[in-house]
């Protein structure tokens, strides 16, 4: 049996790619060659995992077939393949966090949020017009599993919390505020 378009879902491969030159690309070039289509890339390079690795996510979309095909040839060319699976991530809300997200450390809060929620951080952009030494604000983009959208969003008011920072909340159905 074959894989149809219609079979195409999203996918997310976390990885931990040692610090140097070309290693982001080469483990993006089998997604590419197996037909994998890239939706975002978490690239941490300021946070090391225990073995001293970057720590990466992918979400792709890909059908099953190209997705087991896309493993296989990561793991031959001596990726190291931490988590592969179908995350189907379908909801997505977009957040603003507000405080001193330079001095509580953004790359963390990230990574917290990541990793307590299983949400995606799919993008965000940081803006500081006073520098950083005064409050800046971050818009993220998140991608969660369908109907875990308001567990990601109470885990964000705690992490926000212990970190003193503000939460604009989403409007119900999905419009930031």
Do not use: C, W
Request: net charge negative; aromatic share 2%.
């Amino acid at each position: 049996m074959s894989d149809s378009a219609e079979d195409v879902r999203a996918y997310t491969v976390r990885l931990e790619l040692v610090d140097r030159p070309g290693e982001l690309l080469r483990a993006l070039e089998p997604i590419a060659e197996q037909g994998g289509n890239l939706l975002s890339i978490f690239h941490e390079r300021g946070n090391l995992t225990p073995r001293g690795d970057i720590p990466v996510e992918v979400d792709l979309e890909a059908t099953p077939g190209q997705f087991d095909s896309i493993v296989d040839a990561l793991r031959e060319a001596g990726i190291n393949v931490i988590q592969a699976g179908a995350e189907q991530y379908s909801d997505e809300l977009t957040i603003v966090l507000v405080g001193h997200l330079v001095d509580t450390d953004l790359s963390d809060t990230l990574t917290q949020i990541q990793d307590a929620t299983g949400a995606s951080v799919r993008d965000f952009s940081l803006s500081a017009p006073e520098g950083e030494e005064e409050e800046s604000s971050a818009r993220l983009r998140l991608a969660t599993q369908k109907g875990r959208a308001d567990d990601v969003i109470e885990t964000i008011r705690e992490i926000a919390d212990q970190k003193a920072l503000r939460v604009v909340e989403p409007l119900p159905g999905g419009e930031a505020v």
